[in-house]
């Protein structure tokens, strides 16, 4: 199949790149580089040894999307690209909508010239909010806290009343809960820009001596031990759900909304001595005050992966701690040190 990946170069994109030319697709990644590196491509294309297309460009500009879906004509297309940084979507709500809604449009615009109806969509689990009730299932209500969540939550309803519309659509948006862990290899991971948004780059990233201490944002929870309770999921497990996705699109229509976690949760405390003992090295930690936006507990109802997509998680916290691990003290500045 012709799939088009948008944001492949990123983080979850890279991982499902390289499962995707396993699987003998043709691929064409769209990819601004905006957080991402051209060298995660490059070691992708080594890994699968299978050549793929790639266009620099922006979600926000609607004529190099066109062009770029004119000359590929995918057959599909798994849809990354994206802003995510829940604190920074307070302070640039308008940079988020513009990229994740109004991208969004440009690119079902841009399928819909090429016939092309079948959409992968990259969601999250930040679309439910507070939690009614746990584990979240996808009828769970939706509120979510952030731009960044109601900016999902908004593409969400531009699929649902694309497929509605258009005759043979599919779309299946896959509602991540939190992903961590790197490939086998270790020569793609998670490389974040900056001070990372996110627990497990962070840990890693004091463990290899680039930050003093781990900053854990709220001891006070009802949890089991105070600290935020998050449902993790390896990355090659949320890869391996985005071929069942796509296998999923082709054999069906009309608009699913799919939770991708693993049905277990693990506080943050649990998380840092999961990664002491995979790398054998002490992370300092430092209490700081709650983040805004932040709940107690998240974690995932996974039986409609199971269902729909014949899915299932099969790493656990062992994998996903020894992955980064490996990743992080193999590519100490991440893809920076080989550009």
């Not at 012709?2 to 995707?20: E, K, N």
């Amino acid at each position: 199949m012709r799939v088009l990946v948008t944001g492949g170069a990123g983080y979850i994109g890279s991982h499902t790149l390289l499962q995707l030319l396993r699987a003998a697709h043709e691929v064409l990644v769209y990819d601004n580089f905006a957080n991402s590196s051209p060298e995660a491509l490059a070691r992708v294309q080594q890994l699968a040894n299978r050549d793929f297309e790639v266009v620099t460009g922006d979600m926000r500009d609607a004529n190099a999307l066109h062009a770029a879906c004119a000359e590929f004509r995918p057959e599909a297309v798994i849809h990354f690209a994206g802003l995510k940084a829940v604190g920074v979507s307070h302070t640039q709500p308008l940079d988020y909508y513009t990229t994740n809604l109004a991208g969004t449009l440009n690119l079902l615009r841009a399928m819909d010239a090429q016939d092309c109806a079948r959409i992968v969509f990259s969601s999250s689990a930040t679309v439910y909010g507070e939690p009614v009730y746990l584990p979240y299932d996808e009828e769970h209500p939706l509120n979510p806290l952030s731009p960044y969540g109601r900016s999902k939550l908004m593409v969400e309803m531009l699929l649902r009343d694309w497929a509605a519309a258009r005759r043979g659509a599919s779309a299946v948006m896959l509602r991540y809960f939190n992903p961590v862990g790197a490939d086998a290899s270790a020569r793609i991971g998670e490389d974040p820009q900056g001070i990372p948004d996110n627990l497990m780059p962070y840990i890693a990233q004091v463990a290899v001596g680039q930050r003093a201490a781990l900053s854990v944002y709220g001891d006070d929870y009802p949890t089991r031990d105070g600290t935020g309770e998050r449902d993790y999921i390896h990355v090659a497990d949320l890869a391996r759900a985005h071929l069942a996705a796509l296998d999923f699109a082709a054999r069906s229509t009309g608009c699913e909304a799919i939770n991708v976690g693993t049905g277990t949760s693990y506080s943050v405390r649990e998380m840092v001595a999961g990664f002491e003992r995979a790398s054998g090295r002490q992370i300092p930690c430092r209490i700081a005050p709650r983040r805004a936006g932040d709940v107690a507990r998240m974690c995932a109802k996974v039986d409609k992966a199971q269902s729909l997509l014949g899915w299932e998680a099969r790493e656990g916290l062992e994998a996903m701690c020894r992955s980064t691990w490996e990743w992080q003290s193999a590519n100490p500045q991440g893809y920076r040190a080989t550009e």
